[in-house]
């Protein structure tokens, strides 16, 4: 079948640029589309890191200028996946340039930033969309299905917990390449920006928009060397974060994150306690959903594991054969096959950078809370 072509330009080689080089290169092995991603060209600051980059994931062409990479015709989509501090201005000069968004998470620094992106995008009229991965987890959609069938019914509760362990040395420096999530000139936040982020958006796909948060913050490391400066410089982010929630819906929520949790290390999960059921999930076995159906027989109440494997469960029609997982590298192959099928389709994909900036909201509103001691409603 003659495709489509989608020529790409994707600025930043770090992990995530490696998430997104893999999903361009199979979306269209798994996924049947009008559309296919060609990996066009390839931009990041560093020549060297750059080259070496590109050639191994089979980049066409490379830019070490992300303005240079916007003023080029043969692109039509823009990849962002830089550190935090360069989504503002990528986004708009690209929107302005016609191109379509995509973005990774979080959306910006700030409400602010975001704001201003989002009008460009919409102002412009380019497809777009932020890389919430975890939507994309077979077992996270199957989830959504439940809640969306009424399978558990009135929602009361939401739990959630993002943990991860990599901070804990004082030795660790901040800034520079990889470490830039603990320098909040670039990311903005700490855990709220870069975990919570992701829990948010998950908690709000799967059971709407949140009402208002009390939160709490601590920085544990204090100060630790810069790796681009040198000196000993002062944390400013968010070493660990904890806030209760109340939703728009009356559910009431606890969501907490850190990268102090020693042995944990990528620890994202959830439960949700309705009226007739519970969910849990938990990253950590990605391809298990836990369900609890209080509408069978007494004699058979228990939490059930459900092997997400199947033909008839989100995605996995596309991949192998039942009993057969999938990983993370999967849920950005199959949020891409998303946004390919929203230009096919015409119906948008989400989360848009719209969608985002409700999550920013959120994370906003979290840190404000933390800061004030306060209870902050979520503006927006
Ligand atoms: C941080 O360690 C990180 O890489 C996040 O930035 C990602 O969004 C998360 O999915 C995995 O952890």
């Given at each position: 079948?003659?495709?489509?072509?989608?020529?790409?330009?994707?600025?930043?080689?770090?992990?995530?640029?490696?998430?997104?080089?893999?999903?361009?290169?199979?979306?269209?092995?798994?996924?049947?589309?009008?559309?296919?991603?060609?990996?066009?060209?390839?931009?990041?600051?560093?020549?060297?890191?750059?080259?070496?980059?590109?050639?191994?994931?089979?980049?066409?062409?490379?830019?070490?200028?992300?303005?240079?990479?916007?003023?080029?015709?043969?692109?039509?989509?823009?990849?962002?996946?830089?550190?935090?501090?360069?989504?503002?201005?990528?986004?708009?000069?690209?929107?302005?340039?016609?191109?379509?968004?995509?973005?990774?998470?979080?959306?910006?620094?700030s409400v602010?930033?975001?704001?201003?992106?989002?009008?460009?995008?919409?102002?412009?009229?380019?497809?777009?969309?932020?890389?919430?991965?975890?939507?994309?987890?077979?077992?996270?959609?199957?989830?959504?299905?439940?809640?969306?069938?009424?399978?558990?019914?009135?929602?009361?509760?939401?739990?959630?917990?993002?943990?991860?362990?990599?901070?804990?040395?004082?030795?660790?420096?901040?800034?520079?390449?990889?470490?830039?999530?603990?320098?909040?000139?670039?990311?903005?936040s700490g855990?709220t920006?870069?975990?919570l982020?992701?829990?948010?958006?998950?908690?709000?796909?799967?059971?709407?928009?949140i009402d208002k948060v009390s939160a709490m913050t601590e920085t544990?490391?204090?100060?630790?060397?810069?790796?681009?400066?040198?000196?000993?410089?002062?944390?400013k982010?968010d070493?660990a974060c904890a806030f209760l929630a109340r939703?728009?819906?009356?559910?009431?929520?606890?969501?907490?994150?850190?990268?102090?949790?020693?042995?944990?290390?990528?620890?994202?999960?959830?439960?949700?306690?309705?009226?007739?059921?519970?969910?849990?999930?938990?990253?950590?076995?990605?391809?298990?959903?836990?369900?609890?159906?209080?509408?069978?027989?007494?004699?058979?109440?228990?939490?059930?594991?459900?092997?997400?494997?199947?033909?008839?469960?989100?995605?996995?029609?596309?991949?192998?054969?039942?009993?057969?997982?999938?990983?993370?590298?999967?849920?950005?192959?199959?949020?891409?096959?998303?946004?390919?099928?929203?230009?096919?389709?015409?119906?948008?994909?989400?989360?848009?950078?719209?969608?985002?900036?409700?999550?920013?909201y959120v994370c906003d509103a979290v840190l404000e809370s933390a800061k004030t001691g306060t209870w902050k409603t979520i503006a927006?």
């Amino acid at each position: 079948m003659a495709r489509k072509k989608l020529n790409i330009g994707l600025i930043g080689c770090g992990f995530m640029g490696r998430t997104h080089s893999n999903a361009y290169l199979k979306v269209n092995k798994f996924f049947d589309l009008e559309y296919q991603p060609v990996m066009r060209a390839m931009c990041d600051l560093n020549a060297e890191k750059l080259k070496t980059f590109a050639e191994n994931w089979g980049w066409e062409t490379t830019e070490t200028d992300w303005r240079a990479l916007l003023e080029r015709k043969d692109i039509d989509a823009i990849d962002i996946v830089c550190p935090n501090n360069m989504h503002h201005d990528i986004a708009i000069a690209a929107a302005q340039a016609g191109k379509m968004v995509l973005c990774e998470k979080p959306l910006a620094m700030s409400v602010g930033e975001g704001k201003e992106m989002v009008d460009a995008v919409e102002k412009a009229g380019v497809a777009n969309m932020v890389w919430f991965n975890y939507r994309r987890v077979p077992a996270i959609a199957l989830a959504k299905q439940l809640i969306d069938e009424g399978r558990i019914g009135r929602v009361f509760h939401y739990r959630a917990k993002y943990l991860q362990d990599w901070t804990i040395s004082t030795d660790l420096p901040q800034g520079g390449d990889a470490l830039w999530r603990l320098d909040a000139k670039v990311a903005g936040s700490g855990v709220t920006g870069d975990l919570l982020a992701h829990s948010i958006d998950t908690a709000t796909w799967l059971i709407g928009g949140i009402d208002k948060v009390s939160a709490m913050t601590e920085t544990f490391i204090k100060e630790r060397t810069h790796q681009v400066t040198g000196k000993v410089e002062a944390v400013k982010i968010d070493d660990a974060c904890a806030f209760l929630a109340r939703f728009k819906n009356g559910a009431l929520a606890t969501f907490e994150s850190t990268r102090y949790a020693r042995g944990r290390k990528n620890q994202n999960d959830f439960e949700i306690n309705g009226e007739h059921g519970s969910i849990y999930f938990n990253l950590e076995d990605a391809h298990q959903l836990q369900y609890y159906d209080n509408r069978l027989d007494n004699h058979v109440h228990g939490w059930q594991t459900i092997l997400v494997t199947d033909f008839e469960h989100p995605y996995m029609g596309n991949w192998w054969v039942p009993g057969c997982v999938i990983g993370y590298e999967h849920t950005f192959i199959n949020a891409l096959s998303d946004f390919l099928k929203g230009l096919e389709t015409g119906e948008p994909v989400r989360p848009s950078l719209r969608d985002a900036l409700d999550t920013q909201y959120v994370c906003d509103a979290v840190l404000e809370s933390a800061k004030t001691g306060t209870w902050k409603t979520i503006a927006g």
